[in-house]
């Protein structure tokens, strides 16, 4: 789980042409989500936290940014987990859409609130590419424990 | 990891305690955390140490960038080397010529603002940085560069290349530290526009090519092709270093204020190495005197000190409380600065319409650098 979220960091920061990195999905972001569904006992609200302080520091955010705004979504991830888990691939698409919008939505907002305001729409397209590469991000992420 | 993987279905210890519970306390410490840091500062330190812990994997992901670079210069063709070593030669001569008369109109304007000699240049030493090549937000133009406070970095440093302006660093850790460019739009440079002497703020954009002036009035005297230089306003940059040269102008009617962009000089899409600067503290020119002498660290490597990337204007001192006409600061820098413009390489003569409207002060306005010995000599007298 913490090679998966280490995987999804290093994939967070590799430079990419901008264009291409506009599109980049929040890899750390579906990795959370994806521990937070599927084992949501193990990683938890902790690994949402860790990881968006991880984001806040290779970021250069403010300290807590990313951690308030992974953790909100992770802790609905979990509570809902059972739910999510059950239904089929275009809704989940559709949940994570919901999510990553209302994770961008929390950045935005802290954004604005501690004077780094970014209005830029592109900021935005993340969270709809991360949601197309859902199904993928949750077929390789099985893999990574269902050898056992 | 298939061992993180089986121990993923345990119990994990804080089982006991209600997510919802736990929640609330992380969201807690998040927005403790968001208003020590914005607020009040105090984690500086924290940051300090997690940008060190953070910087062996953002080198470990810009490895493969550097391999291949390293791939390309070991097997760089004879040919390709041999061109390269043609064009900077040529480029070494070219700035020979500038530079002839550098020294000579250095000590001219000194002699002109009442100093018994030219100020030395504002640069105190610099230092190569390399940029690691690593995303660090994609909507922000930031870079990180391998050097940080062990090399003596200091927060709100000035970074150029040899072409101008680059940005300033932001965060420091201890091997590596984060610039912004100047492109950035959260990032503003107090600029003047040297043709006239008008100072503005130059805004980043968000673009790779692109600086705003919004504050320009409809009226302003600006037109594509105008040099922006650092006004030395706000503390951080020296006076007087190139920034970007403006590319559009558009006036519309109703608009209080032009619409103005201007292109950076510095080369911002394809920098690998920049340059931290550091300036003399005491000098009159220098940013910020405080803070920058406190942070100079002299048993640094530094480039050359022959080479300036450009030629340094200096502020002027107050002249001699007897000098009749104390001759005005602008006019001068244009003329300092001049000498080395491919423009201006024989006699250093500048526009004669930038003067008219710089010698608002300036009662024997020198019309070019090769009058200019003529009426300031009342003021060298009375000495």
Redesign the interface.
């Given at each position: 789980m913490v090679f998966t979220a280490l995987v999804g960091l290093l994939l967070t920061i590799l430079p990419l042409p901008p264009w291409l990195a506009l599109l980049r999905p929040a890899f750390l972001v579906l990795t959370v989500l994806y521990w937070s569904i599927a084992a949501p006992r193990a990683g938890g609200l902790a690994l949402g936290f860790a990881s968006g302080l991880t984001l806040d520091v290779f970021r250069g955010a403010v300290l807590g940014q990313h951690a308030l705004a992974l953790s909100t979504i992770t802790y609905v991830a979990v509570r809902e987990h059972q739910k999510i888990r059950s239904k089929p691939a275009f809704q989940q698409m559709l949940i994570v859409l919901g999510a990553l919008i209302v994770y961008e939505f929390i950045l935005f907002a802290i954004d604005g609130w501690s004077g780094h305001p970014m209005t830029s729409p592109l900021r935005w397209v993340h969270a709809a590419t991360g949601a197309l590469v859902w199904p993928l991000a949750t077929a390789l992420l099985e893999r990574t424990h269902s050898r056992r | 990891?298939?061992g993180?993987?089986?121990?993923?279905?345990?119990?994990?210890p804080?089982?006991g305690t209600s997510?919802?519970f736990?929640?609330t306390l992380?969201?807690i410490?998040?927005?403790?955390?968001?208003f020590?840091?914005?607020r009040r500062g105090w984690?500086a330190e924290?940051?300090y140490l997690?940008?060190g812990?953070?910087y062996p994997?953002?080198l470990?992901?810009?490895s493969p960038?550097e391999a291949w670079r390293w791939l390309e210069a070991t097997f760089a063709t004879r040919a390709s080397l041999e061109a390269e070593n043609a064009r900077l030669e040529r480029e070494e001569r070219t700035l020979a010529m500038r530079s002839q008369r550098f020294e000579a109109l250095a000590r001219e304007n000194g002699e002109l603002r009442g100093l018994r000699e030219a100020l030395p240049d504002v640069a105190d030493h610099w230092m190569v940085a390399e940029v690691v090549?690593?995303?660090?937000?994609?909507?922000?133009r930031?870079v990180l560069i391998d050097r940080g406070a062990r090399n003596g970095v200091f927060k709100n440093q000035v970074v150029m290349d040899s072409h101008g302006l680059l940005g300033q660093t932001?965060?420091v850790g201890p091997w590596s530290a984060?610039v912004i460019l100047i492109t950035d739009?959260?990032h503003a440079v107090p600029v003047e526009i040297e043709r006239t002497g008008v100072r503005t703020i130059a805004v980043g954009t968000?673009e790779?090519q692109a600086l705003a002036l919004p504050y320009l009035p409809a009226n302003a005297d600006v037109k594509p092709g105008d040099l922006l230089l650092t006004s030395g306003l706000g503390g951080v940059f020296p006076q007087g270093y190139p920034v970007a040269r403006i590319t559009d102008v558009r006036r519309d009617a109703v608009q209080p204020s032009a619409l103005v962009r201007a292109r950076p000089l510095a080369e911002l899409d394809r920098m690998h190495e920049v340059m931290l600067v550091w300036f003399k503290g005491d000098h009159p020119a220098a940013p910020t005197p405080a803070s920058a002498a406190s942070s100079v660290r002299k048993d640094l490597p530094s480039g050359d000190p022959a080479y300036q990337p450009q030629p340094v204007p200096v502020r002027p001192k107050p002249a001699p409380a007897d000098a009749k006409a104390p001759p005005h600061p602008k006019s001068n820098e244009l003329e300092a600065k001049a000498a080395p413009r491919p423009k201006a390489v024989p006699g250093a003569k500048a526009a004669p319409g930038a003067k008219a409207t710089l010698g608002e002060k300036a009662a024997p306005g020198p019309k070019a650098a090769s009058t200019v010995a003529a009426p300031a000599s009342p003021a060298e007298g009375n000495q």
């Open positions: - | 990891m298939p993180f993987a089986a121990g993923a279905y345990r119990p994990s804080g089982r997510p919802g736990r929640f992380y969201a410490l998040a927005v403790v955390l968001m020590v840091d914005q984690l924290v940051r997690l940008s812990a953070a994997l953002q470990a992901v810009s960038t090549e690593v995303e660090l937000d994609s909507s922000r930031r932001m965060h984060e739009p959260e968000g790779n």
